[in-house]
């Protein structure tokens, strides 16, 4: 008898579930295999310091000790159910929520479904390589506790599913086991999880640009209709706050390092900041401009009718949908996009229906340049002039209006040739990668930081900065 509770931390009574228990027995020998093939390297016989959820109550969600990452519970929690919660928006709205999935919605659902957890998975196959070159114990750390919790993201869609979707969604969960972030012959569904992540500063951005798509696409998906989708969502979020702080002050820490060596040697020419073994900020905007195009392109094409559809039927509503105060529907509103006209951007109005893709991107966009205003405020208090921007939304993009077009990062509309001239000034090249992976090397003495990176302002669940958060014996 396998006792659940503790194998698989739930509260979705998995212990007296059989068909449940069926299906996970299955899957769940298939889920370690996959973890130790493309999971994190090298990393079977660490102790590492994280933090698992057992309950979804406050002092339940945050239990930090020791662990063997193969011995990670990975735990199935939905945010507790509102007896009261009706649909918010669509044609449903004011219907109670359903519990079971609508028969007429169930292949759509579960494209949204499998296309989320996929993502999951993804991004702990890209990031496979970094621990070799963690800048320090608590670097590592907080990889490995994103690393875990991306897999426990897959046990949440997989959990859907295996609960609600019977056969099919039995092949799906194992199909998610299947595909490989950048194998051409069976890779992730979306481009942005079949990049490399080839370094920190690539982890780091991705964690802020790409983990911060994840948080808008689950807080809609929290307004489905569908409510064992939008509990399963709105636990999800709890752990993803903690993934898109990972990145941003990784980020932070690294413009920290670079201003503070700038500012001790009076220095700003990148050349000269380079030497001294640190980042220049300049290649710092390019990743910057890299992140958060190819994280444009997650939230598909502006004017869509799919997004449209999802809407009206109550799947996916809009990022907050409940504090908005229109009448949730939209049916006679319109909504501004842009587009490429000859040599001009230009705004038009559309029904705002299916703007839903460009609304959510700019709520997006919103949130992302506010971290950008607080990562300013490092250089600008250590008296430096350099500030990052983010480029045009329809530089560098390859879904929606803006594909097949060529917009510098100040939104000038360029001819091929000159992008093809002039894209290296604004995107990472090969040599501005191979510079920063000659910095990468690994730190593992406690307390210690790699010198391209400050040290965190301070430690894990109230640890000191030295703690021994990974653990080699
Ligand atoms: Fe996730
Ligand atoms: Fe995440």
Redesign the pocket.
Known sequence: MIDYSQTIPNNVDLGNDKTLQRALERWQPEFLQWWGDTGPQDTAALQVYLRTAISVEKDGWANFGYVRMPDYRWGIFLAPRDEDRAVSFGDHKGEPTWQEVPGEYRSTLRRIIVTQGDT?PASVEQQRLLSATAPSLYDMRNLFQVNVE?GR?LWAMVYLLHRYFGRDGREEAEALLARRSGDPNNPRILTAFNEQTRHWLAFFMFAFFTDRD?KFQLASLAESAFDPLSRTCRF?LTE?AHHMFVGESGVARTIQRTCEVMREHGISDPAQVRAHGVIDLETIQKFVNFHYSVTLDLYGSEVSSNAANYYTTGLKGRFEETKRTDDHKLISDAYPVHEVQGTQIVEKSVPALTALNARLRDDYIVEVQAGLDRWNRIPAKLELPFRLTLPHAGFNRRIGSFAGRHVSPSGGVMSESEWIRRKAEWLPSDADHAFIESLMGRVIAPGQFANWIAPPVRGINNQPIEFEYVRFD
Request: avoid cysteine.
């Open positions: 999951e991306e993201h994840g999800m993803e």
